[in-house]
């Protein structure tokens, strides 16, 4: 559960917290959607999985 502005998780976590599908956050990251919050570090990939932190999912989305 993502608690302060700081704490980040999975694509999928995040997906389920705002109450949304993982493609759709997924697709929006890879269609570019997503850049701001790239370059300040609030969404990156590491491997194969994407992690975003509850600032950048605000920024994007509103609270949950």
Known sequence: NLVTTTQSTNLEEAAEIWGMEPNKIKGEIEAFGFDTQILKGKIKKVGDTWII?????IEKYGEP
Not at 53 to 57: A, D, I, Y
């Open 53 to 57: 932190t509850r600032q950048g999912m």
